[in-house]
């Protein structure tokens, strides 16, 4: 079984050079044979989680050697695969949320002539993805972090003829860059201080290390993952990758990249264990991308950027599960996957209502859509009734728990994040609930426009992800929950205590339940019993920001952009004036020189001869001179 | 009458030379005032071999006389050459290398 895991990786990564050079002869077929390398790569790692499951929980972790990568004396970086309970969850989203995906883009990109080649990088992503959560060591997770970012922004600027989706692509990358350098630093620190980067050496020696080496490993691993999972400070991209084709955002937010942060701090839990400065500092991250999402969520009327907003929030929830140790490892990962079914849904339903309105994405152009769109409707419903945490749904089982976890924090500390994780519950109902009811309830917006479009259900490649979406967002979360399966499965790997919430469970299930109901029933006062005006009205102050991306953008521009700007032309000024000065006034020293040396040439032998004379004459009076000393 | 004398007129010579080198144009003219340089060395050797009273210089003005008379084969082919293409034999004249 060991001997399988590498084609785990290797079938999209087949698929994706086989599209990507196989030319215009696979125009035709191409999107199949992406969608079935997809698929195959579920189907081998549903094979191996059956396989896993008939094992007891100590003999799960499975293990692959490839091949020595650098072998140097004491630097030994080898290509080895490690599969166990963590990463069989990872493998078993992204190659299942994935291949739904792919199936999903064969109806979404069919008019579109550079199809072979969207399947192309979609596969990549995916590889980069597996490459990613499989590897036994922190330089082969660092190749599949570097390969996801390619493929993002391959992907979100997959239109590059529109100018935006270009930019968005770039600022995609070069935020991501920051993050991928805190990793890099995190590499080099692990070597100098554990003499090693594989997993087992450095995990299993994290408390032998200081404390401050382990804070700034955890540091730099939590830079690398704000990054990837656009948390704050880096999450500014992440709004902007909106710019791609709808199935790329469903990929992105739900199956790989921002799932990889999480991944990554999951995975290094034992270096964060040892160091509670940095996972103080996770929490807040958290916390902090926690309200940030949910209020730039709010104000959005472009329905992707909310649903942006709202995976910025998720996330949020997840990093901050993670950083409150081995109370949360496991919830983190949990509400990682219920999050995984309902996001991707949720994604997929946004294409299917654009792919009906025009490729309208401005929600206040909607309106009483579910007539028109059923199907997208109720599974687009369903995914919001698990996101806003509904009993009984997979959101409300996965976020019920963060926010237990939350409070079992202790000491003030537990009660702030607590109410921080309360009040985003609230606010997450509050803008889903609009998202909701401005595309699919009130009046019909877009009657009545220059180019009015023709509301219809999509084709059933769009409709049959979207469904088998739904029944994991409705189902995921209860089964995971039933007998704490989900917990006992992953145990082995981020270890697990219970937490000690000074609320009982009750108490906290139900002051969730009252804050989504808080949440839902301000978003009706405001969006469902009013009707909602088509252009959007100026604002107050803190909706003008939240539609600005909170300022981040502007605040980007003036602590990084203009800075760096003036340095540039501070750097140009000194290179023109005194670099070059100083290379340009040598030349032309030398130049006006050699122009009155010229002179001396005047091509007459007598005066060469002249010259001859006088400089014999010199040497002589010299020796002479010299002997009579 | 002392040998010193020859090392005089030596110098007398030499001077001669030099200085027709320097202000004559006929190429003719300069290259047998260069020869009377020449000379006026040979003379010197032969003076100082005499006074020190070994043969070293007498052999060294054989030399001379020997490289002199390959270079005023090789000066005066120069000089026929220059004179065809400038149908004139002044030095100022072949000035065609100067910038």
Redesign the interface.
């Known amino acids: 079984m060991e001997s399988l895991i590498g084609l785990l990786v290797g079938f999209p990564l087949l698929g994706a050079a086989v599209l990507l050079c196989g030319g215009k002869r696979l125009e035709k077929t191409g999107h199949w044979l992406g969608v079935v390398l997809a698929g195959a790569s579920f189907v081998l790692g549903a094979v191996l989680f059956f396989d896993m499951l008939g094992k007891s929980a100590d003999e799960r972790a499975l293990h692959q050697h490839l091949f020595s990568w650098v072998p140097v004396e004491s630097f030994q970086a080898d290509v080895a695969f490690q599969l166990d309970q963590l990463a069989m969850t990872f493998v078993l989203l992204i190659t299942g949320v994935g291949t739904l995906i792919h199936i999903y883009s064969v109806g979404y990109m069919e008019h579109d002539e550079r199809r072979r080649r969207f399947f192309g990088y979609l596969n990549l992503f995916l590889a980069a993805m597996l490459l990613l959560v499989l590897a036994d060591n922190y330089l082969l997770l660092y190749v599949g972090w570097e390969g996801v970012g390619l493929a993002s922004y391959l992907l979100i600027g997959f239109w590059q003829h529109k100018p935006s989706a270009a930019v968005a692509a770039k600022k995609a990358f070069l935020v991501n860059r920051v993050g991928d350098a805190g990793l890099a630093i995190a590499i080099f620190l692990m070597f100098t201080t554990f003499g090693s980067f594989a997993f087992a050496p450095v995990l299993s020696n994290a408390t032998e290390a200081g404390e401050g080496k382990l804070t700034a490993i955890g540091l730099m691993l939590l830079l690398a993952a704000c990054g990837k999972s656009a948390q704050v400070p880096l999450q500014s991209w992440l709004g902007d990758a909106m710019e791609g084709p709808t199935p790329v955002s469903a990929l992105i937010h739900a199956a790989t990249m921002v799932t990889a942060g999480v991944y990554l701090i999951t995975r290094s839990g034992a270096i964060f264990n040892a160091a509670p400065d940095a996972q103080t500092v996770v929490v807040v991250v958290g916390a902090v991308t926690l309200l940030y999402g949910a209020i730039v969520g709010c104000a959005k009327d472009d329905i992707k950027k909310a649903l942006a907003g709202s995976t910025m929030s998720q996330i949020g929830y997840m990093v901050l599960a993670a950083g409150l140790g081995p109370i949360g490892y496991a919830f983190a990962i949990m509400h990682l996957v219920t999050h995984g079914f309902f996001k991707a849904g949720l994604f997929l339903g946004a294409g299917s209502v654009m792919h009906g309105m025009n490729d309208e994405v401005d929600m206040r152009r909607y309106g009483g859509l579910r007539k028109y769109m059923p199907v997208t409707f109720v599974t687009f419903g369903l995914g919001y009734l698990a996101i806003i945490g509904f009993p009984g749904l997979s959101g409300f089982f996965s976020k019920d728990q963060i926010i237990e976890a939350a409070f079992a924090k202790g000491g003030t500390q537990g009660w702030i994040l607590g109410a921080v994780t309360l009040l985003g519950a609230a606010i997450t109902a509050y803008y889903m609930t609009r998202v909701m009811l401005m595309t699919f309830f009130g009046e019909e917006r877009w009657r009545g426009q220059a180019n009015e479009p023709h509301p219809h259900e999509s084709p059933k490649s769009m409709t049959i992800p979207m469904i088998v979406l739904a029944f994991g967002s409705v189902f995921a979360g209860g089964l995971f929950k039933i007998g704490e399966s989900f917990v006992h499965w992953l145990e082995p790997v981020t270890q697990f205590e219970h937490g000690h919430s000074p609320l009982s469970a009750p108490v906290v299930t139900g002051a969730t339940v009252v804050t989504m109901l808080i949440g839902v029933g301000a978003a009706w006062l405001q969006y469902g019993r009013r009707p909602v005006p088509a252009e959007a009205p100026r604002g107050s102050l803190l909706t003008r920001a939240a539609r600005r991306d909170l300022l981040q953008d502007d605040l980007n521009h003036v602590a990084l952009v203009l800075p760096g700007e003036y340095l540039t032309r501070g750097l140009v000024y000194v290179d023109n004036k005194v670099v070059d000065g100083a290379v340009n006034g040598t030349a032309a020293a030398f130049g006006g020189l050699s122009g009155r040396t010229?002179r001396l040439?005047?091509?007459?032998?007598?005066s060469y001869?002249?010259s001859m004379?006088g400089g014999a004459a010199i040497l002589v009076a010299a020796t002479l001179l010299m002997r009579a000393v | 009458m002392s040998p010193v004398n020859y090392v005089y007129l030596a110098a007398l010579l030499f001077t001669i030379g030099a200085v027709g080198v320097l202000i004559r144009r006929n190429a003719i003219v300069v290259f047998m005032c260069v020869e009377l340089m020449l000379n006026a060395a040979n003379l010197t050797l032969v003076a100082f071999s005499r006074i020190h009273g070994n043969l070293d210089g007498q052999i060294m003005a054989f030399f001379v006389m020997v490289v002199a008379a390959a270079e005023v084969v090789v000066g005066l082919a120069i000089i026929v050459m220059l004179y065809r293409s400038r149908h004139s034999a002044s030095v100022d004249d072949a000035s065609l290398m100067k910038l």
Do not use: L, T
């Open positions: 010229r040439q005047n091509g007459f032998v007598r001869a002249v004379f």
